[in-house]
């Protein structure tokens, strides 16, 4: 029902930066607060960054000043522009959606893109 299509995951060097983005499709569905969230080997998965249809956004305290969540309403897509990047931030990041459909609540993961950082 809903596609969630995730680009932009590289490998790169401390410092430099990045820009995730996840295009949300559905027919007839309204996509209400999207984010990003991230597992690295062995730790649990976590929040990112999230923004409301309202364009509020919530960050994690270890990106603030860093990275910044952005969306695009008129093409369901949610963006992550990450900045001065360090190699904690190595992980895989998933695109999280939450989505309305025929007054039933939805919830959806993307698969997931990988960003190293390493020099």
């Known amino acids: 029902q809903v596609q969630l299509v995730e680009s932009g995951g590289n490998l790169v060097q401390p410092g430099e930066s990045l820009r995730l983005s996840c295009a949300a499709s559905?027919?007839?569905?309204?996509?209400?607060?999207m984010g990003w969230y991230r597992q690295a080997p062995g730790k649990q998965r976590e929040l990112v960054a999230s923004i409301t249809s309202g364009n509020r956004p919530n960050y994690a305290d270890s990106v603030k000043g860093r990275f910044t969540i952005s969306r695009d309403s008129a093409k369901n897509t949610v963006y992550l522009q990450m900045n001065s990047l360090k190699p904690e931030d190595t992980a895989v990041y998933y695109c999280?959606?939450?989505?309305?459909?025929?007054?039933?609540?939805?919830?959806?993961w993307g698969q997931g893109t990988q960003v190293t950082v390493s020099s």
């Open positions: 999280n959606v939450d989505a309305v459909h025929r007054y039933m609540a939805y919830n959806y």
């Open positions: 559905g027919s007839g569905f309204t996509f209400n607060r």
